[in-house]
């Protein structure tokens, strides 16, 4: 294993996973060397042999950017997890090789960090969600204070998704906090939460959040990944281990929004009676969750995400504001 031991002159490591993947990964590498903050470096993890993509990451003549390849693909958590072991900066941020940063995202959650009253905080942000059907800013609100995490990610208020989000390109913590609480090896969905509801189970971390915009998500799109498929009962079986992580309204609303989602989707009606029974046994449903659970099963994806577009029209951004900010500091 290389010299991992923090250099002072590095403020912000930033870890991007990748695989099969080499024109997104170069995208994001762009973005990330972009960044006002000078004082960084950009550590890629190839997850295993992967010739097209070490080649045209070897293209790029930078100094911050190091590549680690691994011998064998282990899979993105595991990767991130190496990333952090090879960092040198006290702060580790995440960027997925399918997404981008915008140039000031480093700078400005490392002046939240600094500026937090929890001694390890792990500090998120606002990002455009980019759809097929639309662009939003997204989440749409913050946490309010006192409000449970597990709550605010889970446990929805409004009809329409978005409200409340996560996701690794939106995250920076420390270094250390990362290699003491790594990613799980073993998930191949729900990383993000997960990683995020187990840190703050120590009394010294806590949520930060910057309200502007600083990334862009790509989701919902054709590129096929574990993390967007229909398997409801791979989620069902993630959320019952991390019942002691989350409230019981957070409980029922995984299990009535995002599960109920996910079978439909899959057209699978056995799911039904027995979500809603749970929910109820283990939970402790609202009213606007019991309203979001049928919603999935009387409306097709299409139909919820043309509703969506018009209903959150007033969240979207347009295209050419951002393309902009991008391209100003490429």
Not at 125 to 147: D, H, L, M, N, S
Not at 292 to 307: K, M, N, Q, T
């Amino acid at each position: 294993m290389s010299d991992n031991s923090q250099n002072p002159r590095i403020k912000v490591s930033a870890v991007i996973p990748t695989r099969n993947r080499p024109t997104l990964v170069c995208r994001a590498v762009r973005t990330a060397l972009a960044q006002s903050l000078s004082d960084i470096e950009i550590i890629v993890v190839v997850d295993g042999q992967d010739p097209p993509t070490m080649s045209a990451l070897e293209a790029i003549a930078d100094p911050r950017l190091r590549i680690v390849q691994l011998p064998q693909s282990t899979g993105a958590p595991e990767a991130r997890n190496r990333g952090a072991l090879e960092a040198k900066g006290e702060w580790v941020a995440f960027l997925d090789d399918d997404d981008e940063w915008l140039p000031e995202k480093l700078e400005k959650q490392l002046r939240a960090a600094e500026k937090s009253r929890f001694r390890n905080p792990i500090v998120s942000c606002q990002f455009f969600a980019r759809t097929p059907k639309g662009e939003y800013v997204w989440p749409r609100r913050i946490p309010e204070p006192g409000e449970p995490i597990s709550d605010y990610l889970f446990a929805r208020r409004s009809f329409f998704q978005g409200e409340g989000f996560v996701t690794t390109t939106t995250l920076l913590a420390r270094r250390r906090l990362v290699v003491e609480t790594p990613f799980d090896k073993d998930l191949r969905r729900h990383q993000d939460a997960d990683w995020v509801l187990r840190s703050l189970t120590r009394e010294d971390v806590g949520m930060e959040y910057v309200q502007e915009a600083l990334a862009v998500w790509y989701g919902e799109d054709e590129r096929q990944s574990i993390g967007n498929t229909d398997d409801w009962r791979y989620s069902l079986d993630w959320i019952r281990r991390s019942r002691s992580l989350v409230t019981k309204r957070a409980y029922s609303g995984f299990l009535l929004t995002a599960l109920s989602a996910c079978a439909a989707n899959a057209r699978d009606r056995l799911a039904i009676r027995p979500l809603l029974k749970e929910a109820f046994k283990l939970g402790r449903p609202s009213l606007t969750q019991l309203l979001l659970f049928p919603a999935p099963w009387i409306i097709p994806r299409e139909g919820r995400r043309w509703l969506r577009s018009i209903f959150l029209a007033r969240s979207r951004y347009k295209s050419a504001e951002w393309q902009n900010r991008l391209q100003t500091h490429a």
